[in-house]
């Protein structure tokens, strides 16, 4: 009995299906397809390559290709799709499509695959990645063989992916794509397909159980982090101006720096506050938490402790954060346009009074402190953070690694008119893509980039280093290297003479990690002092190249640091009353 041969492609009817496929893209406003190189994503990369209004960028491992494509979405606001060839490759883009996930951005997840007759029978490179993302896709579809269904079918895919990843709830999409042999395309373009135009989003008004709560004294809003833009950043001022509620502001918020903060009560001491007994003394009758939980630990101890009447989360991306197990209320509605609704209906006049006062002061009075406590310490992460806070121009772009980093942003950096973006993957908060997030960013800004990151974050993505030659990109990196996981000396396991815990959790690697920098082709920079660090900020924060700054610092010294800043505001702040 014979064997039927394998179906083959037509390269024409393929290229056309993939061509329209893309079109559609760009004409839904995608500008940008970060690919890696590879065998079965032939027709794929081709078909992006050849297509008007794309930009294609070359990575070499999905992993760090899917944190620059998550990096460049978020400092562009736009989609952009990844693409990559089938098996283990997919599943690198895992860490990114999560992050994006439980961020809200959108990004289109475009694998390839081996057709239905060589799944099962152990063709290399193949596995099944129907449904690979698993809950962490927005929506997952696999298409019919490409080329197999008219070029307006995959116009019509591509449409799809694109309102699916931006509304209602915006995230990553993944649409697997199977190829059949041969993958070459043809030289000839194929004829145009009619695309679609990108519906309007929908704006909600629903101002939930806010509404009834506007006229409470003694509110308190917390900000987590948020991508708002100008428009929203100046409606949360806006509301808390008219409602005299203070913001605890979270250094990813957008809300802690720009010409807002002249005329708004903004908290940036809210980490060292909340574990005062002053902050247990004057509990809020209404809590509105928007986007993400806060970095702030102090803070989710404090919800624990104290709480509110009613805890309100205002959260778009279905997140609703309650760590504590105190929301009352939930409010699905983008943070911006919910404070522009309800300031319409609150008189246009400054209602700040004592409680307002007190919280505003009680703030200098923690500020002082602890940049006196930071002044007077030695040269560490804090110090670091204070230089970073000096160093960067108005407007720049600040990426900050999770871990210790963004905690140290947390403590330390203060409020300031000056603008100053800073971005962190506080969706699922791990530490890895942290090098390709800030490279992605660099690419979609005009505005100086630098990446504040610790030791293990770096070396989870120390790869990612290569593309900033590949892709001419701009970036300097800052490195505290503590020689392992600093963050894990706040644990109190920590101080157990039973656990060798410096083997097990600190994890130290024992390696100079400025020799990453002549691998990628960039520049080193050692500071050992403030005056070195201030220095080195100046000359290369916007220059041109990548330039990695290793600071060494003293993990011991960073958690003295932040126990006795909360300390001190404790005792600052005992007998303070307005």
């Given at each position: ?44 990369t ?144 194929p ?78 001491t ?6 005062s ?53 939930r ?21 700040s ?7 505003v002061?009680?703030?200098a009075?923690?500020?002082a ?16 953070t204070?230089?970073?806070?000096r ?60 990446l504040?990151?610790?030791d ?20 300097t ?11 894990f ?16 959790f600190?994890t ?43 600071v ?27």
């Open positions: 009995m014979g064997v039927s041969p394998l179906p083959v492609a037509d390269p024409n009817d393929t290229q056309a299906w993939c061509r329209a496929f893309f079109a559609q893209l760009a004409a839904c406003g995608i500008a940008h397809v970060a690919a890696s190189p590879g065998s079965r994503s032939t027709p794929m081709v078909a992006a390559d050849r297509t008007d209004g794309l930009e294609v960028s070359m990575h070499l491992d999905e992993r760090s290709g899917g944190f620059f494509a998550l990096g460049l979405a978020r400092a562009t606001s736009r989609p952009v799709a990844m693409l990559c060839t089938s098996g283990t490759a997919a599943a690198n883009y895992m860490p990114a499509v999560v992050e994006a996930f439980h961020s809200g951005v959108p990004l289109l997840v475009l694998t390839s695959d081996r057709p239905p007759e060589l799944q099962n029978r152990g063709a290399p490179q193949t596995v099944d990645q129907q449904g690979l993302y698993g809950n962490h896709a927005r929506w997952a579809t696999t298409s019919a063989v490409a080329g197999t269904q008219p070029a307006g079918e995959a116009a019509s895919l591509a449409h799809q992916a694109v309102v699916r990843a931006t509304r209602p709830i915006p995230g990553p999409v993944h649409v697997n794509v199977p190829l059949r042999e041969p993958l070459e395309p043809s030289a000839d373009d004829p145009p397909v009619g695309l679609l135009p990108l519906p309007p989003g929908a704006v909600s008004s629903d101002p939930g159980p806010l509404l009834g709560l506007l006229g409470t004294e003694r509110g308190l809003m917390v900000a987590g982090a948020l991508d708002l833009d100008t428009t929203g950043v100046g409606a949360l001022a806006e509301l808390a101006r008219r409602t005299g509620w203070p913001i605890l502001a979270d250094p990813a918020s957008g809300l802690r720096r720009g010409p807002h903060t002249a005329a708004t009560p903004i908290l940036a809210g980490d060292h506050l909340m574990r007994s002053w902050s247990d003394r004057h509990r809020p009758d209404v809590v509105v938490q928007f986007g993400a939980m806060p970095t702030s630990k102090g803070y989710r101890l404090w919800l624990d402790r104290v709480g509110a009447d009613r805890v309100v989360a205002v959260d778009h991306l279905d997140r609703f954060p309650d760590a504590a197990l105190r929301v009352t209320d409010v699905a509605v983008e943070p911006g346009q919910l404070a522009a609704l309800l300031t319409t209906h609150l008189p246009s006049t400054d209602r009074g004592p409680w307002t006062a007190a919280w002061g009680a703030n009075r923690a500020a402190v602890v940049t006196d406590l930071v002044d007077r310490a030695p040269f560490d992460e804090p110090a670091v204070i230089a970073l806070d160093a960067l121009p108005s407007g720049a772009n600040l990426v900050v690694a999770n871990s210790m980093p963004l905690r140290d942003l947390d403590a330390f950096l203060p409020t300031s008119d000056r603008p100053l973006r800073i971005l962190a993957n506080r969706g699922a908060s791990g530490i890895d893509g942290q090098v390709s997030t800030a490279l992605g960013v660099a690419a979609g800004s005009s505005a100086p980039t630098v504040f990151t610790g293990l974050a770096f070396l989870h993505d120390v790869g990612g280093l290569t593309a900033a030659g590949r892709l001419d990109l701009d970036l990196v800052v490195l505290v290297d503590n020689d392992g996981g600093g963050i000396r706040f644990l109190p396991i920590a101080d157990e003479s039973h656990v060798d815990h410096h083997r097990l600190h130290p690697h024992g390696l100079d990690l400025g020799h990453a920098a002549a691998l990628a082709g960039g520049h080193l920079h050692r500071p050992t002092d403030r005056t070195g660090l201030d220095q080195v900020l100046s000359a290369t924060v916007g220059s041109r190249g990548l330039h990695l700054v290793h060494v610092v003293d993990a011991s010294t960073n958690v003295g640091l932040h126990r006795a800043a909360a300390i001190a505001v404790d005792r600052a702040l005992a007998d303070y009353e307005i």
